[in-house]
Protein backbone atom coordinates (compact mmCIF):
# COMPACT_ATOMS: atom_id res chain seq x y z
CA UNK A 1 0.00 0.00 0.00
CA UNK A 2 1.31 3.66 -1.01
CA UNK A 3 -0.27 6.60 0.36
CA UNK A 4 -2.13 7.37 -2.68
CA UNK A 5 -3.99 4.44 -2.44
CA UNK A 6 -5.48 5.75 0.40
CA UNK A 7 -6.87 8.97 -1.18
CA UNK A 8 -8.07 6.39 -4.41
CA UNK A 9 -9.96 4.50 -1.78
CA UNK A 10 -11.30 7.18 0.47
CA UNK A 11 -12.34 9.03 -2.91
CA UNK A 12 -13.86 5.70 -3.91
CA UNK A 13 -16.02 5.20 -0.73
CA UNK A 14 -16.89 8.78 -0.74
CA UNK A 15 -18.59 8.30 -4.30
CA UNK A 16 -20.37 5.35 -2.91
CA UNK A 17 -21.46 6.90 0.04
CA UNK A 18 -22.74 9.59 -1.64
CA UNK A 19 -24.58 7.40 -4.09
CA UNK A 20 -26.25 5.41 -1.22
CA UNK A 21 -27.36 8.49 0.41
CA UNK A 22 -28.64 9.98 -2.55
CA UNK A 23 -30.70 6.83 -3.62
CA UNK A 24 -32.15 7.09 0.13
CA UNK A 25 -33.12 10.24 0.14
CA UNK A 26 -34.21 11.50 -3.75
CA UNK A 27 -34.45 8.34 -5.22
CA UNK A 28 -33.68 6.94 -8.75
CA UNK A 29 -34.82 10.22 -10.32
CA UNK A 30 -32.06 11.96 -7.99
CA UNK A 31 -29.36 9.44 -8.54
CA UNK A 32 -29.64 10.02 -12.94
CA UNK A 33 -29.45 13.76 -12.00
CA UNK A 34 -26.42 13.02 -9.65
CA UNK A 35 -24.67 11.20 -12.27
CA UNK A 36 -25.16 13.70 -15.14
CA UNK A 37 -22.16 14.08 -17.07
CA UNK A 38 -22.59 18.02 -16.91
CA UNK A 39 -23.01 18.07 -12.93
CA UNK A 40 -20.21 15.59 -12.41
CA UNK A 41 -18.12 17.98 -15.11
CA UNK A 42 -19.05 21.07 -13.28
CA UNK A 43 -17.44 19.71 -9.79
CA UNK A 44 -14.56 18.44 -11.82
CA UNK A 45 -11.82 20.53 -11.40
CA UNK A 46 -12.19 21.28 -7.74
CA UNK A 47 -12.51 17.40 -7.35
CA UNK A 48 -8.57 17.61 -9.28
CA UNK A 49 -7.65 20.13 -7.07
CA UNK A 50 -9.03 18.25 -3.90
CA UNK A 51 -7.07 15.04 -4.90
CA UNK A 52 -3.67 16.47 -5.42
CA UNK A 53 -3.87 17.88 -1.81
CA UNK A 54 -4.73 14.98 -0.67
CA UNK A 55 -1.77 13.36 -1.98
CA UNK A 56 0.79 15.78 -1.39
CA UNK A 57 -0.52 15.58 2.16
CA UNK A 58 -0.16 11.52 2.52
CA UNK A 59 3.27 12.12 0.19
CA UNK A 60 3.96 14.18 2.95
CA UNK A 61 3.27 12.18 6.08
CA UNK A 62 5.57 9.71 3.83
CA UNK A 63 8.25 11.55 3.83
CA UNK A 64 8.23 11.77 7.70
CA UNK A 65 6.79 15.38 8.15
CA UNK A 66 4.74 15.89 11.36
CA UNK A 67 1.32 16.72 11.23
CA UNK A 68 1.68 20.43 13.12
CA UNK A 69 4.02 21.29 10.62
CA UNK A 70 2.00 20.25 7.78
CA UNK A 71 -1.11 22.12 9.24
CA UNK A 72 1.22 25.24 9.89
CA UNK A 73 2.25 25.09 5.96
CA UNK A 74 -1.38 24.39 5.20
CA UNK A 75 -2.87 27.67 7.10
CA UNK A 76 -0.02 29.70 4.57
CA UNK A 77 -2.38 29.94 1.40
CA UNK A 78 -4.82 31.98 3.12
CA UNK A 79 -3.25 35.39 3.26
CA UNK A 80 -1.32 34.18 -0.27
CA UNK A 81 -4.73 33.72 -1.48
CA UNK A 82 -5.84 36.97 -0.36
CA UNK A 83 -3.11 38.99 -1.39
CA UNK A 84 -3.70 37.13 -5.09
CA UNK A 85 -7.11 37.90 -5.08
CA UNK A 86 -6.26 41.86 -4.05
CA UNK A 87 -3.51 42.20 -7.06
CA UNK A 88 -5.32 39.89 -9.41
CA UNK A 89 -9.00 40.41 -8.88
CA UNK A 90 -9.31 44.16 -7.52
CA UNK A 91 -10.82 42.85 -3.89
CA UNK A 92 -10.85 45.27 -1.55
CA UNK A 93 -10.44 43.97 2.41
CA UNK A 94 -11.08 45.99 5.15
CA UNK A 95 -8.28 46.10 8.49
CA UNK A 96 -10.68 43.91 10.56
CA UNK A 97 -10.38 41.12 7.76
CA UNK A 98 -7.05 41.28 7.16
CA UNK A 99 -6.34 40.86 11.29
CA UNK A 100 -8.61 38.50 11.49
CA UNK A 101 -6.89 36.98 8.59
CA UNK A 102 -3.43 37.51 10.76
CA UNK A 103 -4.51 36.04 13.83
CA UNK A 104 -6.32 33.01 12.14
CA UNK A 105 -2.25 32.19 10.09
CA UNK A 106 -0.75 33.04 13.75
Known amino acids: IVPQSMVAMNSFVSIIVASLMTLSTEGLGGLS ?39 VLGYVYMPASALASRWIFGRYYMWLEWFALLLVTL
Open 33 to 71: IAWTFSKIWRAFPVAILFSLSSTSITWAYALSISASVAT
